[in-house]
């Protein structure tokens, strides 16, 4: 049973936007803090952003700052991640991850839960 699910990828036109979101077994998302990672092909996974669980701080990779926005509705157990103004270099499979407890995390080896990712192509 997937306890993180993504949605929202697709292809869109460089410029555009896209929303992603995360859906996490309640369990999980309300004691965790959140995270959103990307993959590229022959490329290793990197950091994209994250969210704290109570205070909700957030961090960014400089590649996305100013461009991504991460957040959480506690409610829903969903992590978005909306991302405006895409580039071709913004193409990857992007992976949604959580991690027991306080704190955020910019190391994918600190998540302990991941989804299965969601595609997003970027063309001119």
């Known amino acids: 049973q997937a306890q993180l699910v993504e949605s929202g990828g697709g292809l869109v036109q460089a410029g555009e936007s896209l929303r992603l979101s995360c859906v996490a077994s309640?369990?999980?998302?309300?004691?965790?803090?959140t995270g959103w990672f990307r993959q590229a092909p022959g490329k290793e996974r990197e950091f994209v952003a994250t969210?704290?669980?109570?205070?909700?701080?957030?961090e960014y990779s400089d590649s996305v700052k100013g461009r991504f926005t991460i957040s959480r509705d506690n409610a829903r157990n969903t992590v978005y991640l909306q991302m405006n103004s895409l580039k071709i270099e913004d193409t990857a499979v992007y992976y949604c991850?959580?991690?027991?407890?306080?704190?955020?995390?910019?190391?994918?080896?600190?998540?302990?839960?991941w989804g299965q990712g969601t595609q997003v192509t970027v063309s001119l």
């Open positions: 969210i704290s669980r109570i205070i909700e701080t957030t």
């Open positions: 309640e369990h999980i998302f309300s004691g965790s803090a």
């Open positions: 991850a959580a991690r027991p407890g306080g704190g955020y995390f910019l190391s994918a080896g600190d998540y302990t839960y």
